[in-house]
Nanobody
Framework: QMQFVESGGGLVQPGGSLRLSCAAS????????IGWFRQAPGKEREGVSC????????NYRDSVKGRFTISRDNAKNTVYLQMNSLKPEDTAIYYC???????????????????WGQGTQVTVSS
C-alpha cells in the first residue's frame, strides 16, 4: 500500500527556514514523480512544487520560486522541500503525493492518488 509520512514542520518566524521530509513506503519511489502540496485554513489544497522520478526536473508555483527547493533521495525513499525566506502566507499543512510525469521530462502538480497522509503543519508567525 502506497503511503507517505510528512515531517519537519513547525513554528518559524518570517524570514526563517524549514526543511520538510516526505518518507514513502509500500512502493518504489524512484518510479514516480512526487509533488508537495499545501492547504491553508479555509482554502483549497494547492500544488507547491514537484520533481520528476529521476530528480532531473522540477517545477514550482510562482509564489515560492527562488525560496523553496525540492529534492529527492531515491535510495532513502525520501523527498525533501527546503523552504527559505518563509512568509506568513506560507502557513499551511503540507502534504506530498505522487504526481503526473510526462515522458520523464517534466512533472505536473496534479496528484495521482486519491488519499492523503496526515501532512505536516507549517506556521510562519512572529
Amino acid at each position: 500500500q502506497m503511503q507517505f509520512v510528512e515531517s519537519g514542520g513547525g513554528l518559524v518566524q518570517p524570514g526563517g527556514s524549514l526543511r520538510l521530509s516526505c518518507a514513502a513506503s509500500g512502493f518504489t519511489l524512484e518510479d514516480y514523480a512526487i509533488g508537495w502540496f499545501r492547504q491553508a485554513p479555509g482554502k483549497e489544497r494547492e500544488g507547491v512544487s514537484c520533481i520528476t522520478s529521476s530528480g532531473g526536473n522540477t517545477n514550482y508555483r510562482d509564489s515560492v520560486k527562488g525560496r523553496f527547493t525540492i529534492s529527492r533521495d531515491n535510495a532513502k525513499n525520501t523527498v525533501y522541500l527546503q523552504m527559505n525566506s518563509l512568509k506568513p502566507e506560507d502557513t499551511a499543512i503540507y502534504y506530498c503525493a505522487t504526481v503526473i510525469e510526462i515522458f520523464q521530462a517534466t512533472c505536473v502538480m496534479a496528484p495521482l492518488q486519491g488519499s492523503w497522509g496526515q501532512g505536516t503543519q507549517v506556521t510562519v508567525s512572529s
